[in-house]
């Protein structure tokens, strides 16, 4: 180190107007006092959704369920909600009938058997009807 050089956590010193480094866990956010424009929000929810389409393409082509697991949990925590209704009466303004499977059982026919790929709902907007699997009567 050279002679001159401040100490670790000092950049230079008060003679020449400089102050002592703060730590990296010290911040100071001030705000900036910049409106937001009904332009600039309709471009964040834009942008949103851009990045929830990107979130959902990726989950549904992850090698690891490990992976899809933690995108479902980010997006989860921004309000998208993974839709599997397995065991529930299917709804065809919710559901997307991909397959049916015969069941000799009266109290199952119209029943979700199985999901085949999951949907995906932003708060109360539907992104995606589950594809599933109805019980049909032999």
Known sequence: MNEADPPTGQIGSDEDGTVPAGSASESVVEPVGVAVTPIDHEQALADRQALIQLCLYAMDRARSGGVAERIEHGLAGIGVQALRPDGQRF?????????????????????????????????????RAPIVTVYTRR
Do not use: Q, S, W
């Not at 119209?110 to 907007?125: L, Y």
């Open 91 to 127: 709804d065809p303004t919710l559901h997307e009938a991909g397959g049916a499977v015969p069941t000799e059982l009266p109290a199952l026919e119209g029943t979700v058997a199985e999901t085949e790929v999951v949907g995906f709902v932003d708060h109360d907007r539907l992104l």
